[in-house]
């Protein structure tokens, strides 16, 4: 198998009395779309930023190599003085699949010379798409890709990621059911999972 993150007995909470992860398992594959699920609250941001390492467990492990993110926003993931191309290139090595991207993703070229309160929300969000994937990650986190975007657009992102599968494991989270149950392999609804192995 392919794996690409694993996480295993995962325990966190942000105070000693309540704790959102308790020996919480969760492992994805190359290839592979899980979708988190649950109530607002239950901890599906708290996981994403325990993989990207902005916390810490309290015990377990969570073993994971090159992570990317594409949150919900677009306009807050993009510092509003700089164009696209400028924040692209802060942090991407290679640009060498740039142009072939853009034309996958229907960017025109011209479009990343421009500020991120130049672009729509659509154009905006796959812009992220855009820097995420020039990053070429192992895994892939999607923050709730339909708050931004209407339910088409929604689906068309998920489909367009969906593309690069065979380069990285997605998860994805989401308040869709829909959304999830129509791209994710697996879902895991944290509400029932909690407290139990996920994988
Ligand atoms: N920095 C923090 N300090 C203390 N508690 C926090 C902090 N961040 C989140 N929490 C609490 O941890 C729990 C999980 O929050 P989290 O943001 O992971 O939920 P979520 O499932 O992503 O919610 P939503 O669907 O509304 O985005 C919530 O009860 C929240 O109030």
């Known amino acids: 198998m392919n794996s690409v993150l694993s996480i295993e007995s995962l325990t966190f909470g942000y105070t000693k009395e309540q704790l959102i992860y308790d020996d919480f398992n969760l492992s994805l594959n190359k290839g592979e779309v899980k979708a988190i699920v649950g109530p607002s609250g239950c901890g599906k ?8 390492n902005n916390l810490l467990p309290q015990s377990g492990s969570i073993s994971v190599s090159k992570v990317s993110s594409i949150y919900q ?33 229907h960017l025109e070229e011209s479009l990343i010379d421009k500020k991120p309160h130049e672009l729509s929300g659509g154009q905006l969000q796959r812009c992220s798409i855009l820097r995420a ?6 895994v892939l986190l999607v923050d709730e890709p339909t708050s931004a975007l209407d339910n088409v657009i929604a689906l068309e992102v998920m489909q367009l ?3 690069f599968l065979h380069k990285c494991g997605i998860l994805l989270i ?8 129509w791209c994710s392999d697996t879902i895991i609804d944290l509400n029932e999972h909690r407290n139990n192995n996920a994988e």
């Open 45 to 52: 941001t708290t996981l994403f930023e325990l993989i990207t």
């Open 73 to 105: 926003d677009p306009y807050s993931s993009f510092h509003p003085t700089y164009t696209i191309y400028e924040q692209i290139n802060d942090v991407v090595d290679d640009m060498s699949e740039l142009s072939s991207l853009l034309k996958e993703l």
């Open 133 to 138: 994937l020039l990053m070429k990650p192992d």
């Open 161 to 163: 990621l969906m593309k």
């Open 174 to 181: 989401t308040h869709d059911m829909f959304l999830a149950q």
